[in-house]
């Protein structure tokens, strides 16, 4: 057949949408995008890494003008401020305007996210105009526009995760609505018996104020009481009567601090479980779709079936992941075409973006550098013997036993001789298990990048013993005591004690869920992030200036007082908060955080209530209610489905068809057969493996492959890895309107809800 330019040209244009979606599969990315070439190219410009890292740059740079701005941590002219402002607006603008040119029409203008960035950049112009023209007459006005901030990193397209957070918000507040007016109908009624119980008796608090004659102030007490922040304070005038009006203070609290707020949680939990699994559905049945697209672009006729080639799996791997190596790529061929017949059928095909999800390592098989040094020593038999008490079992035992033995030790008095001499005889003991264990495996194999507890054990040791030297030697300078060196040495041998954590495995459980929660524990401190910055910004708006803090020694008029007089024995006051301001960013951060610990919060709040009005109570209510009842529960909830995952994994090892024919496959691929795309059955698969006897009887100077991990990094990729299980090969899902229309009652029917059991 003659070359043919325009087969060519088409060619590479279906390449290049077929690895577009390929790619939005792999990550899980769901923008629909126009397809005409040049679409495709400015949609794979506007998902480039650099691009995206410039977007969060300006994000982080708008975020943080409230530092800088009034009131300021580190005070700017109103003009450079503006000036960063309008700057990040523009590039804003110009990131919307790219990502409207690879969008269709109709689709962009009804997506609200773009409508809230477009009226988040409109409103903050607006607002900088009108501030700047009252500022220039000397005219204080408000900038409201700065609450609107957090809007830009919530709706670009790159924050997914964390408008899925918010759509767990927003689907779980219906249901939460319920028990909220029940729970606040419970706190009004005992108010209301509070204040006809104790109204009357004219009792005083310990401050000396009237006790329970405010129904409103009766209210705001009840409710923190459900917090236990101001408990047994509360009790006390009432218990000091008789211990029976205990018994309607232990009544309340058993009521709403342990039956409500489980209930909170137990409704939280039950519709975060529901609508997880409804964005898992979605987002399981668009891979599946974004892979049969890709698929039917490259098809070809073969037989009786559609097939790809494998001169074009090929390229569409290198332009989907160009940085992985051509050994690297024949292995993925070889677990996608088993048999070798020169093409992928569709079945292995649309498991591509998991196969390219799985993270393999790629190892030199080398021979220990002792081995070429001196090879009668090393393959001696005494030499062999030492190399196989080092990989028996037994030898890692034996040096638990020596941390634990440490653990006691350290607890120990360090004035004893005794105690400090067997601190060095740990330390060599330390330092002959890390030797003796790079005499026995490979060198570059036992420091290599998973080997985590390998670095860190070294550095610990390397940094205990550097330590432990220097503070001997200043110790025999009678002239001179270094504590912070002692400090540093003690903290060491501390650290060496989370060793022992590898070694039993329900603690390596543990461990990998914490490790793999930590990508969504990001997306939970992004969160808190923007909740935070509004409620600082209002709160600032409100509640500047009014408390102002005074060094220990100063000798102001109202520095006892923390510069307003209202605060005069106030609570406030005599326990010295005026640190905790709303005087600037970073301290209405730490205010914030104060809050959501909840332990003194009401003394907080009435603080500022002292200053403003009564109806500041209502700023920090709402915070609670935001914070620590929705979305401290919807982390709490996450947190447990996480364990629920990961113990079930643990227990019935649940694992993709791809990862199981990895590991049946074995596959090492030697680089000079790479030519020929020949593979040799060598792969290790243990991901602690640092290279044993296998290894060394085969001397071959080729590569060797591992899974680095077989679970899955995030809770998310674990849970959709589930459900995809339940997906038949051949099932291609549901339409595109059908799968965005996609209803937690499609996929977890029997969930309860109030509604159900009415």
């Known amino acids: ?5 325009s087969s060519s040209t088409q060619t590479q244009q279906d390449l290049l949408l077929a690895a577009a979606y390929v790619y939005d599969a792999q990550y899980n990315r769901n923008i629909p995008f126009e397809t005409s070439p040049q679409a495709v190219r400015l949609y794979n410009l506007y998902n480039h890494w650099a691009m995206q890292a410039t977007t969060y740059f300006f994000i982080f740079v708008d975020l943080s003008l409230a530092v800088f701005e009034d009131p300021a941590v580190y005070p700017l002219p109103f003009l450079a401020t503006s ?18 040119k690879v969008t269709p029409r109709n689709v962009f203008w009804k997506d609200t996210k773009n409508i809230c960035i477009v009226i988040a950049i409109l409103g903050t112009l607006i607002d900088l105009i009108i501030y700047g023209a009252l500022k220039i007459s000397n005219i204080n006005s408000v900038r409201w526009s700065r609450v609107l901030r957090p809007v830009f990193l919530i709706n670009f397209a790159e924050s997914h995760q964390i408008r899925k957070v918010f759509r767990s918000i927003r689907n779980t ?3 939460i609505t319920y028990v909220f007016l029940l729970f606040m109908f419970s706190v009004l009624m005992f108010s209301l018996m509070a204040l006809k119980l104790f109204g009357d008796r004219n009792l005083q608090t310990v401050e000396g104020s009237p006790y329970f004659t405010n129904y409103l102030e009766i209210v705001f007490d009840m409710y923190v009481l459900v917090t236990t922040a101001n408990s047994p304070d509360i009790m006390i005038p009432a218990y000091d009567i008789s211990w029976l009006y205990s018994l309607f203070f232990i009544t309340y609290v058993v009521i709403h601090t342990y039956l409500f707020m489980s209930v909170f949680l137990a409704v939280v939990y039950n519709n975060y479980k529901k609508h997880l699994k409804n964005e898992i559905c979605k987002l399981a049945y668009m891979k599946r779709r974004k892979m049969v697209e890709a698929f039917n672009i490259l098809k070809v006729k073969e037989g009786p079936e559609f097939v790809v080639k ?4 090929k390229e569409l791997v290198k332009r989907v992941a160009p940085d992985i190596s051509t050994s690297h790529r024949e292995l993925l061929l070889r677990v996608s075409d088993d048999e070798q017949k020169g093409y992928v059928d569709k079945k292995s095909f649309v498991r591509l973006a998991d196969l390219l999800n799985i993270q393999v390592i790629a190892m030199k098989i080398q021979a220990h550098p002792l081995e070429n040094w001196m090879p009668r020593v090393y393959n001696s038999a005494a030499s062999q013997c030492l190399r196989s008490m080092v990989k028996h079992r037994g030898f890692v035992w034996t040096y638990d036993v020596i941390i634990l033995i440490n653990a006691i030790f350290i607890a120990l008095d360090e004035r004893n001789p005794l105690i400090s001499y067997a601190e060095w005889v740990f330390l060599s003991l330390y330092i ?3 030797l003796l264990k790079v005499y026995t495996y490979e060198p570059r194999a036992f420091f290599a990048k998973t080997q985590f507890w390998n670095w860190f054990d070294t550095s610990i040791i390397i940094a205990a013993l550097v330590a432990t030297v220097l503070n001997t030697l200043l110790k025999s300078t009678s002239q001179y005591n270094s504590q912070q060196v002692l400090d540093i040495v003690f903290i060491l041998r501390v650290l060496r004690l989370l060793r022992i954590v590898d070694s039993i495995k329900r603690f390596r459980v543990i461990m990998t869920t914490l490790i793999n929660v930590v990508p969504t524990m990001l997306t939970f401190g992004e969160l808190v992030l923007v909740v935070y910055y509004m409620f600082a910004i209002i709160g600032m708006e409100l509640f500047q200036g009014k408390i102002q803090f005074f060094n220990m020694n100063s000798t102001a008029p109202l520095a006892l007082v923390c510069g307003n007089p209202a605060l005069k024995d106030s609570q406030f006051a005599q326990g ?10 970073l301290s209405s951060f730490i205010v914030l955080t104060e809050l959501t610990v909840v332990n003194q919060w009401h003394t907080l709040a009435n603080g500022f209530v002292l200053v403003t009005h009564q109806a500041a109570k209502l700023y920090f209510m709402a915070f609670h209610i935001v914070v620590v009842i929705m979305i401290v529960n919807i982390f709490t909830a996450f947190i447990l489905e996480a364990f629920y995952v990961e113990y079930s994994l643990e227990k019935s090892d649940v694992e993709s068809a791809i990862e199981r024919k990895i590991q049946e496959l074995g596959v090492g691929i030697q680089e000079e057969e790479l030519c020929d795309g020949k593979l040799i059955d060598n792969m290790e698969t243990n991901e602690h493996d640092l290279g044993g006897e296998e290894i060394s ?11 680095a991990s077989k679970k899955y990094r995030t809770v998310d990729a674990q849970l959709q890895r589930m459900f995809e299980a339940e997906i038949p090969p051949d099932d291609e899902g549901p339409s ?3 799968i965005l229309n996609l209803s937690p009652a499609d996929v977890y029917p029997k969930n309860p809800t109030f509604d159900s059991v009415a």
Do not use: T
């Open 310 to 313: 494998e001169a074009q799996w």
């Open 576 to 585: 010295k908060y005026c640190v905790n301001n709303f005087n600037d960013l």
């Open 736 to 738: 595109l309107d059908e």
């Open 432 to 434: 002959l298990e890390i």
């Open 173 to 175: 507040l219906p249901e």
């Open 697 to 707: 009887k085969k001397k071959s100077k080729g590569l060797m492959f591992k899974i």
């Open 83 to 100: 000036l960063a402002e309008v700057l990040c607006l523009l590039v804003f603008f110009g990131r919307l305007v790219h990502f409207a």
């Open 1 to 5: 057949m003659p070359f043919s330019p």
